[in-house]
């Protein structure tokens, strides 16, 4: 009888967790969706960007902090930084090997809210994303600074897409050197070991 009991009342989690949970996804054809890389070296500043990701949310809207999951995809061979060849030198062997290793991926495995935890329509929440991000066949925990802003369906952003609205905007920073990427003598000065990784994106439901 104890154990039936149990069982009913971990079923009775289980549904009521999957009640709150919404799944958005992105439109990888929405060139709005970017993701953008920033070195700053000491003779040179790049800024690579690559417009249109695939990316997915699935979230409690009553606590964004419960058992979220998330995945952010984005084609290293799109990234443009404004110079043709140097963008050619970018996915060559010697630097990101996109032939070998064509995807930069964020996997989400935490939310931590830094003020609301509740979806409200038009709120502004900061967070930490909490992930393993994968770069160059190296994967590694990252923790990035970010935003999530919640909107109901409405006349305005049935505009943008139909259903519930998620905007994300997130930050962090990756080292080269720890996911085996070796900077090239040739660019010593021109390109920095610290790159700033910035995501943005609307999803929908």
Known sequence: MKSKLKLAGFLIVI???????????????????????????PFEKIVGLSSGLDATVTINK???????????????????????LRDKHLISENWLYVEKYPN????????????????????????????????HGVTKEVEAQGEITFFKESEQTKLKA???LLVISAKFKIKLSDYGVVIPSMVVGKLSEDVVISVDFVASN
């Open 15 to 41: 549904l009521s967790i999957n009640l709150f949970a919404q799944k958005f996804s992105a439109d990888p054809k929405d060139l709005r969706n970017n993701a953008t890389f920033v070195s700053e070296a």
């Open 62 to 84: 009553e606590d964004i902090t419960k058992n979220p999951k998330g995945n952010v995809k984005v084609k290293i061979g799109t990234i443009k930084t404004g110079i043709a």
């Open 104 to 135: 930069a991926e964020f996997k989400l495995k935490q939310i931590k809210a830094q003020s609301f935890r509740e979806l409200v329509d038009g709120r502004k929440i900061k967070v930490t994303f909490v992930g393993n991000f994968t770069v």
């Open 162 to 164: 139909l259903g519930n």
